[in-house]
Every structure is written in structure tokens, then in C-alpha cells.
């Protein structure tokens, strides 16, 4: 049984990292689920109930880091309040519209748009608030990438 357990844990674990990129599938969750599988099936004596809590409230919370990053990428590039709230509305029609390609483009198309409607098409301000969202989007998905990175080495951990 555990070792059914452990193999289900690396498949979930992979394919959460590969949801890092691919919006297809929820990597986080994913790989938060292989590390609750195995915890259960070795009856948390290998992953405390704690760790797997804690993996939880941080998987959660990567939720909204994908929802905020790209706001804050975008403020921090001097976008103003329709900079940021395109970046959000951008983000969540992006991926629903085109997939992988909406997480980088949905954001930064929002911010870009809010931006022109706010100052009455100032271009070069626009676009430095777009990047400043794309920035944003590639820090979510590097922290997304090392949280499911120290899921992984808590899994091998448990495993010697």
C-alpha cells in the first residue's frame, strides 16, 4: 500500500509542477493531494498531520499569490487603479479564453488596456504597467515552483 501511495505522491508531484506552466491542470492542488495521499496511507507517520496543514494553507494561498502578483508587478511599474484591476480581470478572462498563453497575456493585455483608459493613451506608461504584470505572473509562478519543489523534497525526506 505505500508503495502504491509513494508512486501515486511522484506522479501527483510531477504533474503539479507541470501545472506550474500548464493552466490545464491545478498544479498546486495536485500536488498538495500526492502529499495527503501519502501521508494517509502511512498513517501520518511519515508526513505529520501538521506538515500536511501547513502545505495546505500555503497551497491556498498560492491560489491568491496567482491573483495578486500580477497587481502588485503591475503597481510596482506605477500603474494606477484600472492598471491594476485590468491586470486581475485580464488574469482571470486570460485563462479561461486562451489557456497556458492567457496567464501571461490575459494580465498584461488588461493592465496595457486599463492603463490607455486611464491616461487617455499615454503608450509608453501602458506598456511599462504591462510589464510590470508580466513581471508579477513569472514571480507567482516561480514561488508556485518552489513550494511544490520543497513538497517534493518533503516527500523524499519521508521516503529514507
Given at each position: 500500500?505505500?508503495i502504491a501511495?509513494?508512486?501515486l505522491c511522484f506522479?501527483l508531484l510531477a504533474a503539479?509542477?507541470?501545472?506550474?506552466?500548464?493552466?490545464?491542470?491545478p498544479?498546486i492542488?495536485?500536488?498538495w493531494?500526492?502529499?495527503f495521499?501519502y501521508?494517509?496511507?502511512?498513517?501520518?507517520e511519515?508526513?505529520s498531520?501538521?506538515?500536511?496543514?501547513?502545505?495546505?494553507v500555503?497551497?491556498?494561498?498560492t491560489i491568491l499569490?496567482?491573483f495578486?502578483?500580477?497587481m502588485?508587478?503591475a503597481?510596482k511599474?506605477?500603474?494606477?487603479?484600472?492598471?491594476?484591476?485590468?491586470?486581475?480581470?485580464?488574469?482571470?478572462?486570460g485563462?479561461i479564453a486562451?489557456?497556458?498563453w492567457g496567464i501571461?497575456?490575459?494580465?498584461l493585455?488588461g493592465?496595457i488596456?486599463?492603463e490607455?483608459?486611464?491616461?487617455?493613451?499615454?503608450l509608453k506608461?501602458?506598456?511599462?504597467?504591462?510589464i510590470?504584470?508580466?513581471?508579477?505572473c513569472?514571480f507567482g509562478?516561480?514561488?508556485k515552483?518552489?513550494?511544490i519543489?520543497v513538497m517534493a523534497?518533503?516527500?523524499?525526506a519521508?521516503l529514507?
Open positions: 500500500m505505500e501511495a509513494a508512486a506522479i503539479g509542477a507541470l501545472g506550474v506552466i500548464l493552466p490545464v491542470l498544479g492542488p495536485l500536488a493531494l500526492g502529499l495521499i501521508a494517509l496511507a502511512t498513517g501520518f511519515k508526513i498531520f501538521l506538515a500536511v496543514v501547513i502545505f495546505l500555503l497551497s491556498l494561498f499569490v496567482d495578486i502578483a500580477p502588485l508587478g503597481k511599474y506605477k500603474a494606477g487603479k484600472l492598471g491594476m484591476l485590468g491586470a486581475l480581470i485580464g488574469s482571470i478572462i485563462v486562451l489557456g497556458f501571461i497575456l490575459g494580465p493585455a493592465a488596456i486599463g490607455i483608459i486611464a491616461s487617455r493613451g499615454n506608461q501602458s506598456f511599462g504597467s504591462g510590470g504584470t508580466m513581471v508579477g513569472v509562478s516561480l514561488f515552483l518552489v513550494l519543489l523534497g518533503f516527500f523524499v519521508a529514507f
